[in-house]
């Protein structure tokens, strides 16, 4: 059997941490993860309930899609539901893992799970708001005759990928010299002496989640027993990692049509939306969750509808004439999460048991 963690590398190499907003607090909950996993429970909440399936269905792994910790834990008593379930959670030795906003924001995560279930003729798709701040620029001086080896070792390692193309790098020539010390062991060069070289100065694009493997390889390729290299953090936006994704249709679809596709989606009881604007539909930007706040991005970005899972009041008025938003309510925006979750990890590991909740519920209830 694996080790828990070893699944839970499943899910960071899908949705890397780093991608999680700074408010969030995904990652592993509660328990110790280098056990044997015998077992994986998907939900998109850990309660009580999602719990005790798990023992139930002879799992030690709860993956969920919002954290039981997102707030501060003072005590464990029967008070709250949050306390409740880790309090049931450490008792039932089972772990609790979340991927939440680092779910959200990958570009193959719930936005897209989402779209892709509306089974919409689109063709192109494109970040609603990249995020800001995840990319470096490596840059590292190696002799002229090792720079080939080394940009290969940095591209295996996830360096050098700019949209959709990969093995991008920028290369200049130039003289370096040192002069090696007492007790170092020199590729080229004499201890005492100053060496001057011909060497190139390699530089990459670097995602953040990937510059602890990057350096790495950086390190076992290179020759030097001390390479220099600059790390320089960039402001670039990246297309992988972005809140919402933005799909442009072939054609267009009348505001009916959207609307009626919408209320067929899974779990969706009802749908709330602003008033329509009776015109066609060629652009759909989607941010599962509370995705009100990207109304003025939306309308930005020339989109003639917003789906999302919450928005304010105010937002219907403020909207009036400008673009159509439609509202499916939270859970049932994120409960698409599991079927992706079970996905990924299916894929890497086909011959597992992952499974998802059937205790897993919506905790709001409507009336007709």
């Excluded at 995904?26 to 077992?39: F, I, K, N, Y």
């Excluded at 002879?58 to 899609?65: A, D, E, K, Y």
């Excluded at 049931?88 to 089972?94: G, K, P």
């Amino acid at each position: 059997m694996p080790l828990i963690r070893d699944v839970i590398a499943i899910m960071e190499e899908e949705f890397p941490p780093l991608w999680a907003e700074e408010w969030d607090h995904s990652g592993l909950q509660v328990g110790d993860a280098d056990r044997e996993c015998t077992g994986v429970l998907i939900a998109v909440e850990a309660t009580e309930a999602t719990v005790q399936e798990c023992v139930e269905k002879g799992c030690n792994l709860l993956i969920t899609h919002h954290p039981i910790l997102f707030h501060p834990l003072y005590r464990l008593s029967p008070h709250t539901y949050q306390e409740r379930t880790v309090s049931l959670t450490i008792r039932e030795n089972v772990v609790i893992y979340a991927a939440h906003t680092n779910a959200d924001n990958a570009f193959g995560g719930l936005n897209r799970q989402l779209l892709d279930s509306l089974d919409l003729p689109y063709g192109s798709l494109e970040p609603l708001e990249e995020k800001k701040g995840a990319l470096s620029k490596l840059s590292i001086m190696v002799p002229t005759e090792n720079k080939e080896a080394l940009k290969e070792a940095l591209f295996a390692a996830g360096a050098g990928h700019v949209g959709a193309y990969e093995a991008c790098a920028f290369t200049i020539s130039g003289e370096g010299q040192f002069r090696p010390l007492d007790g170092a062991d020199p590729y080229i060069g004499d201890v005492g002496e100053v060496c001057k070289v011909e060497e190139a100065c390699v530089s990459v694009l670097v995602p953040h989640e990937r510059m602890s493997a990057v350096l790495s390889a950086m390190i076992k390729a290179h020759p030097y027993e001390e390479p220099a290299y600059d790390i320089i953090p960039l402001q670039n936006g990246r297309k992988d990692f972005s809140s919402g994704l933005i799909a442009s249709l072939k054609g267009s679809l009348s505001e009916e049509d959207v609307l009626k596709r919408v209320a067929l989606l899974p779990s969706v009881t009802s749908v709330a939306h602003s008033e329509p604007l009776d015109r066609p539909v060629q652009r759909i930007a989607i941010v599962t969750g509370s995705g009100g706040s990207f109304l003025n991005k939306a309308m930005s970005r020339g989109v003639d509808v917003l789906l999302t899972g919450e928005a304010r009041y105010n937002d219907y008025l403020d909207v009036q004439g400008r673009i159509l938003l439609v509202v499916i309510g939270h859970w049932e925006s994120e409960q698409i999460a599991r079927e992706l979750f079970q996905r990924v990890m299916k894929q890497k590991m086909p011959n597992f048991a992952f499974q998802i909740a059937d205790s897993d519920n919506n905790p709001i209830h409507y009336r007709r």
